[in-house]
Each structure stands twice: as C-alpha cells, then as structure tokens.
C-alpha cells in the first residue's frame, strides 16, 4: 500500500532540500513529525514552509516547487508500480471512470473479449458491449458490490466476475471489474451432475436384489458395534434428521445409506453431496438448481437441484464440516422452513426430504473457531450417531478380512488357498489410521500380490516399511514379481503404485482428505476422482 510519508521520512530520504530564506512573515510552520497532508495544507496558504524540530527550533525551510517535484516524482512511481501489477496479472481487469470511459483494459480482458487494449481505451465502455450485460455499471452507477456471479462471455466461455464502486470523499468515481475463466468447473460440474444421476439410477436397480435387511452389509460383531447398529435402528423408526459422526474411512456413507433404506420406500431417492468437493461459488446450483436463464451461461433448460432430487428420499450431506459458511445460513432456512428457491426463481418450493450429515471433524471446535454456525449445528444434531474407529473393535477385524478376502478374489478371479496366522498376527496389532477403508485397500493389494494364491507377510505394505527400510516399496515389487516370474499389465502396476501413494498419503494424514491433497499438492476433488477411479472412496 502506498502513503505519502512523514515531513520526517522527506528530510531524511533527501527528496525535499532545506533552504534559508530572510523573510520569516511569509513562512508556514510544520514540526518535524507532522504528516504530508499538514505541510500540503501549509503550502496552500505560504509559499514557504519552516520545518522546526519538538523544541520549536527551526530547521529550514522547503518551497512549494520542490513540494510539485517531488508529488510528480511520487505520482510517476505509483504509476510505474500500477502498469507492472496490470501487465503481470492474467486474469481480465477492466477500469472506467465515472464517464464509463475505460482507463484499464488488461490482456486477459483481450483474451476474454477479444477486444484490443488500443481500441477500447479511452473510449465508453457500452460502445464496445450492451448496457444491461455490463454488471461494471451497476457498480459505477448504484454502488453495488459484486462478488462470484456466473457470466457466459462466450458460447463457449464461463465466467466468474467480481466488481466494486471506486470511492473517493464519498463519491464513487469509477469502477472496477474482474473475470475469472470457470469454463472448466462448469464442465466437470456437469459431468458429475450427470453421473451422479446414473449412478443413482443404477443403484437404484441394485436395491431391488438386496437382503431384506440395509444392516447386512455393516460388518462387525464387537460390543461396541452392536450397541452402534442397535441406536441405527432406533432410528430408521422416525424420519429425523441424523448426524453422523466418525474417523475417516469408518463407514459413515454405509450407515447413512442403511439407515435410508430402512427407512424410505425402495423408490426413494438416496442423493449425496460432498461439502468439500463442490467450489463454494456452484454450491448454491447444485444444492437448490436454477431456474432457465438464471443468470449467463446458465443451461436454457434450467437445472434440478440435490434437494429436488431428494424428494421423497434422503439427502446425505458428506464432509458437513467443510460447508461455505454463505451455504449454511441457507441450508439452516430450508430446514427450518421447509422451503426454498432456485437460483433465479420466484416461486416458493416445498421440501420434502430427510436429512443425514457426517462429518470427521469436531463441529464444537469448528464453532469457536467461527468456520461453522450453532445453529445449524443444534438443527443437524436431533439425533448423532458415532462410528467408532478400527482401533476400538480390533475384534471385527477378522470378519472384515474374510469379507474382503473373499469379495476381492472373487473379483480378480484369483483364489486364496493360503492365509498364514503370521499375517493375520501383523494386521491384528496395527492401528489402522485410515480405518475401515484402509483396511479394504490392504486386502485388495494382498489379493494382488498373490498371483500364487499365497499371501505373505512382505506384501502387508506396513511390514515392507518397517522391515526394508533400506530399500523403497518399488523395488521391493520388482524382486517379488521376479521371483514369482509374473508380470502384470502396465495399467495395473500403475494403478497399484498411484494406489500405495494415496494409501501412504491418507495414512499419514490421518485420513484428512484436505490436509492430504496439500501433501500431494493436487486439489481436494482431483483427490476424490483419484480415490473414486482406484475404488478407494
């Protein structure tokens, strides 16, 4: 941020050089550590200005020319630093001036538009685009912020724009406007809506040959799961809203899933949404949908959103820790209310739906922090449900590898003949960080290894870790496809070893899937496409 310095900081940086005149009637006085905007107000009224010290003690004098040298020389450097920030910057930034003549137009504007920077400059702004699509003169005109709101600048270009109101004295005198290229996020947001349909369809069909009881497919005969499964089913009674709290990877999508499906008709929709995979700014569409023409670039048929898809079913909010904080005060009103409005719509729509939320974050410490609202939190929490980790029934783990033992060989049509107690020993002590989830993932890179149908200890990627710390996971693969003389197609050794990596990564994460892809260094949803793509979500 650029100030205008101290009288002080002028003497002493040598811009100003003090001289001594004879006349002291026609001197101004400033102290030595008076602001510029003091000695600028001496100077109005004296064409001289005494600059004295805290004794009153006179130190020179300085001149109003040497007071225009040096604002032309201030003003020259801000503009240098002004012109490098626009010519360094990619996105579009366009500037008017209260007449709407366009003072900065930047290459991504050029790129966006395809409007050249020498054409437009200087020049009103609504020769070059039509007034009611210029959201910059909303903000010149009537002081209106604006913040993340969609614009199709092309067929086939999205946008995000943001723009404010320049004031000065409390006048606007300007305006400024940002455009942020979305193409991409449109797209795959679309995509996924889209998949996420079939995927729905599809399980929709799969309901119809389940066992009659959703429980049977939560593994685990512990104390602790049992009295977990008991309060499960307690709840499948009444439609109220359940929180369901846990680790990473315990299970908390499968609970949600069976407690819907004991509760709802075998039509009902079961509709999930992941908190943290969808960008704050679509999270308002792809929650309530919009209406046609909702805003630029919207779809001209207009979209359904989750809540009207979940009609008549269960809406599972995955990940509810992680909801923009905008989001909550609107997802808080439909649930109180039962109502709301699609982007763009003016017609109330009724909500009919059940809500189930999970989370592996502490949403107590998450409201001191001020990152989630009271609330809603006491509006999700009619009813919690914990899962309990791994760690604490270390008694289900037994069944849990037979049942992705025999789920995995029969999938890979590979048959397991031997499974030593010296394994089964290893697998029975280790903490299982990633829970459940890890647990399934190990069992899969045994069945893997065992092109033998032997399953030995060095394939436990836990035990390659502790035991061959000398050499990597790699090369320990390569001796072990040596010595069994089998090579595996190339897609498949790829898939293993990107495998291993989000193993590792999530294990030493603790499961925390946003501190994870930092480690990565690849974004929150290209991890769950990864997780998703290898079958570990």
Known sequence: MFELP????????????????????????????????????????????????????????????????????????????????????????TVIDANERVRTWTQGAEKIFSVKKDEILGKPIIEFFEHQNLEILESLHKGKRIRGKHHQARSNLFV????????????????????????????LNEKLFNMSTEVHRLEQEMAKYRPSDPF????????????????????????????????SGVGKEVFAKSIHEATEGPDAPFISINCGAIPASLFESELFGYERGAFSGADHRGKRGKIELAKGGTLFLD????????????????????????????????????????????????????????????????????????????????????????????????????????VMQEMLQYDWPGNVRELRNVIERLVVFATDGVIRKEYLPFHSVMSYSASSDTDFLENNMEMDMVILPLQEEMDHHERKVLDKALALTHGNKLECSKKLGITRATLYNRLKRLGLS
């Open 160 to 187: 995000h724009i943001n723009a404010n109101p320049v004031y000065f004295n409390e006048s606007i005198i300007g305006a400024v406007v940002s455009e942020t290229d979305v193409t991409n996020q449109v797209v």
């Open 319 to 422: 990940e509810i820790g992680e909801m923009p904080l905008e989001m909550q005060v609107k997802m808080l009103r439909v649930l109180q209310e039962r109502k709301y409005y699609k982007v763009g719509g003016e017609k109330e729509i009724e909500a009919d739906f059940r809500v189930i939320a999970a989370t592996n974050r502490d949403l107590k410490e998450l409201i001191k922090e001020g990152q989630f609202r009271e609330d809603l939190y006491y509006r999700l929490n009619v009813v919690s449900l914990k899962i309990p980790p791994l760690k604490e029934r270390r008694e289900d783990i037994i069944e849990l590898i037979h049942y992705f033992l025999n789920d995995f060989s029969l999938r890979y049509q590979r048959p397991i003949h031997h499974f030593s107690q010296e």
């Open 216 to 247: 049977n497919d939560i593994k685990g005969k512990s104390a602790v799961m049992e009295k977990t499964l008991q309060m499960a089913k307690k709840v499948c009674s009444v439609r109220s809203t359940v929180l369901i709290l846990g680790e």
């Open 6 to 93: 101290s009288v002080k900081e002028i003497i002493e940086n040598n811009f100003i050089h003090l001289n001594r005149v004879d006349n002291e009637s026609t001197l101004g006085r400033v102290y030595l550590h008076d602001s510029f905007s003091v000695l600028a107000d001496a100077c109005k009224h004296y064409p001289f200005v005494a600059v004295t010290d805290s004794s009153g003690q006179a130190l020179g004098c300085i001149t109003n020319e040497q007071i225009i040298d040096f604002l032309h020389d201030s003003y020259n450097q801000l503009k240098a630093f002004y012109e490098t920030v626009i010519e360094t910057m990619d996105a579009s930034v």
